[in-house]
């Protein structure tokens, strides 16, 4: 009979292997993210803070009006109404009024505010896709600025 012939152990070569693949997988990922760069902060970013200040004091002015602004849906007549805080009377308010569709910004609009006697505007709301809108309502009285911001959900009237 012949004797079995003897048969290679791979473990004292494997283990050390795995460990070696293993140090230069986690090498090469650290040398590739160290290189990848990363900025957290803009390099403007004090100017967009101050900028973002003045649109959170734009913001307080409109709240802390006297009256109080809001933008609603009326599905019924596919209207979309506009009131502005404070006293209009005598006071012509210029400013615009942005309609932003969150899931797509080519339907965005921009109008004019054009608020009638009684600080109110209405938007036809007929052409306007179904589905979420952000009134963003900004204007000035007196050199001061204001701003209002509301989401309305846009639906199509029921036949």
Not at 111 to 119: H, I, Q, R, S
């Amino acid at each position: 009979m012949h004797p079995a012939p003897a048969t290679r152990n791979p473990w004292p070569i494997a283990i050390p292997a795995c460990f070696v693949v293993f140090v230069a997988i986690t090498a090469g990922l650290v040398a590739f993210s160290a290189s990848q760069r990363v900025e957290l902060v803009s390099p403007d970013y004090y100017e967009q803070e101050l900028k973002y200040q003045a649109q959170i004091e734009r913001m307080d002015r409109a709240r802390q009006a006297s009256g109080e602004g809001a933008v609603a849906y009326d599905p019924q007549r596919q209207q979309i109404s506009i009131r502005l805080p404070g006293e209009p009377a005598g006071r012509k308010p210029a400013g615009q009024v942005r309609l932003y569709r969150p899931s797509s910004a080519r339907l965005d609009r921009t109008l004019e505010l054009e608020v009638d006697a009684t600080g109110g505007q209405v938007l036809d709301a007929r052409a306007l896709e179904p589905g979420l809108w952000r009134v963003r309502v900004s204007w000035a009285v007196e050199g001061k600025e204001f701003f209002l911001e509301q989401c309305v959900v846009v639906r199509r009237k029921a036949s």
